[in-house]
């Protein structure tokens, strides 16, 4: 791997490491406090998430809501909300409770069942009001976090796992490309002592040519 390969390399991950550090401060986004949740079978669960950035236009609203999928691994799809309520309120008898508090938007799963395992999708939507109580979509957001149901036991308590930070990821990033650098340097050194021995070389090789002639 010669010099120009490996600060192609060091651009690659220092840009990757800022595009994953960029919020869009100009524009909704959602953020979920925890990646994931382990909770076992009878216990009660709040899945949280959280908006920041901006709206289009100072007067819009937002409209929560949550989606939900059995598969961890796909995304969620339309109409298919916790439990199959559709009610956006929620709906304490079947377990189900939405509720937002200021940037914050939740939603409360009681006595956890085997089925209630899967994908969260949380969503926001920025809404402008139009006549008539109509409203203009202007930009959506949305994140996810994952649960996953163990068997029953004594302690109803869930375990919550962070997700990792932009920061640390941009530490870890940058890191790697050091420690790239200082391990191809000395292979770095000898191509270029290689390359510059072989152009000297070169020019004396031609100067012995027009010699003989």
């Known amino acids: 791997m010669g010099f120009p390969a490996v600060l192609l390399l060091?651009?690659?991950?220092?840009?990757?490491?800022?595009?994953?550090?960029?919020?869009?401060?100009?524009t909704l986004h959602v953020s979920a406090p925890h990646a994931s949740y382990s909770c076992p079978e009878g216990a009660n669960v709040t899945l949280l998430c959280t908006d920041s950035g901006a709206l289009a236009q100072p007067k819009d609203r937002v409209q929560h809501f949550w989606l939900y999928t059995p598969h961890g691994d796909q995304r969620c799809h339309d109409h298919s909300h916790p439990r199959g309520l559709k009610n956006p309120h929620g709906n304490r008898s079947v377990g189900v409770v939405y509720g937002t508090q200021e940037k914050t938007f939740f939603v409360t799963l009681l006595d956890l069942k085997q089925e209630d395992q899967g994908r969260y999708c949380c969503i926001s939507l920025d809404l402008q009001p139009k006549d008539h109580h109509k409203a203009s979509l202007q930009q959506t957001a949305h994140n996810h976090v994952l649960l996953t149901i163990t068997p029953r036991r004594n302690d109803t308590r869930c375990s919550m796992f962070v997700p990792p930070s932009q920061n640390s990821m941009f530490a870890v990033l940058v890191t790697v490309g050091f420690i790239l650098l200082v391990l191809c340097l000395p292979l770095i050194l000898v191509l270029l002592y290689r390359q510059r021995r072989g152009s000297h070389g070169s020019r004396r090789a031609h100067e012995l040519v027009r010699m003989d002639r």
Do not use: F, K
């Open 10 to 26: 060091l651009l690659g991950l220092i840009a990757a490491a800022e595009a994953s550090g960029d919020h869009h401060d100009h």
